[in-house]
């Protein structure tokens, strides 16, 4: 039973309108196309594991939490996936790595080749596992409960190709892992199913949502690299004004509702929740302050509370 499923993770949706705001020659945009395709891939490979553990035949209740984000002193502690039986808890590390995967026995860092043969080093996910189960410890007396930790770092696709040792975690292929999990043990239950239920219940209710920031200073851009105006989401060329609700992509010969919406959400998401009307004139390439002044009275009603607020001159 999945008690918190996992989520899109919302850097997929503003990722791609920070590529359409981003001329292809800034230094940032390679970057911002990179870090899109790897939170894609790890979010893909994420959901092959989901599928595996829901259609698995388990022997023993269980209660799955996904995507767990918890405070951890002045950070935070991301847990891809809890696995909680009356026997266990199951502390899952999902990495979706192509290429070679080289492992040292240590828990600090982790060698990849690129079927490229380009060699990059990595954090290693085993020092995750780690961080994620002392965290996981924490949560559990919180809630109440004395069930011993079990961890691994799950991979997958058997594509990936893993050479050497880890000394603390173990690396399981997802297809083997319902036989990783047959033999963890399950001799005597140590807790009853309905206070397991309420324990993963409350831990689930620990998770604080990811919110990214600071994407100006990650990706190097100024509010100067960025382009202005209405934007299709679909070819990312510059719209044309029909109205104040609508415009119309002449590439893509498509009609485009709420643009001035969707760009003022590119401001709130890559540079301030606040704006002032002189910029949110430039920014919507507007022509003057009455015409400003008339979009926003009337996108007023159809933008939701707090997505920007107007600091006038």
Not at 6 to 34: A, F, T
Not at 164 to 171: A, H, N
Not at 194 to 204: G, T
């Amino acid at each position: 039973m999945f008690i918190k499923e996992r989520v899109r993770p919302v850097q997929l949706d503003l990722l791609p309108s920070l590529l359409n705001r981003l001329p292809s020659s800034h230094p940032g945009y390679e970057k911002v196309q990179h870090h899109l395709r790897s939170i894609n891939a790890g979010f893909g490979g994420e959901q092959y594991v989901d599928e595996r553990l829901r259609h698995m035949n388990w022997d023993v209740p269980h209660f799955i939490v996904c995507d767990l984000n918890v405070a951890s002193g002045r950070t935070f502690c991301q847990i891809d996936t809890l696995v909680f039986t009356p026997h266990y808890v199951l502390v899952l590390e999902v990495k979706n790595f192509s290429g070679t995967l080289q492992f040292q026995g240590n828990r600090y860092q982790m060698t990849r080749i690129t079927r490229e043969g380009d060699e990059e080093g990595f954090d290693s996910p085993v020092s995750q596992v780690l961080r994620a189960v002392k965290e996981v410890r924490i949560l559990l007396r919180k809630a109440g409960l004395s069930l011993p930790i079990f961890s691994a770092v799950v991979l997958p696709y058997a594509r990936t190709i893993v050479k050497g040792t880890t000394d603390d975690v173990p690396i399981v292929f997802s297809k083997a892992l319902p036989l990783f999990i047959s033999n963890l043990p399950t001799t005597n239950p140590l807790v009853a199913t309905e206070d397991l239920q309420f324990a993963a219940e409350k831990i689930a209710s620990f998770h604080q949502p990811f919110i990214p920031k600071n994407f100006s200073s990650r990706y190097e851009f100024t509010l100067s690299d960025l382009r202005t105006g209405v934007i299709c989401a679909d070819c990312g060329r510059s719209a044309a004004k029909q109205s104040i609700r609508a415009h119309y992509c002449h590439a893509c010969q498509m009609p485009i509702l709420d643009g001035y919406v969707s760009a003022l959400r590119d401001w709130r998401d890559f540079i301030s929740p606040l704006i002032r009307s002189s910029e949110c004139q430039t920014f919507l390439q507007l022509p003057n302050k009455n015409a400003t002044y008339y979009v926003l009275k009337n996108l007023a009603e159809r933008i939701e509370y707090g997505l920007w607020r107007i600091k006038e001159l």
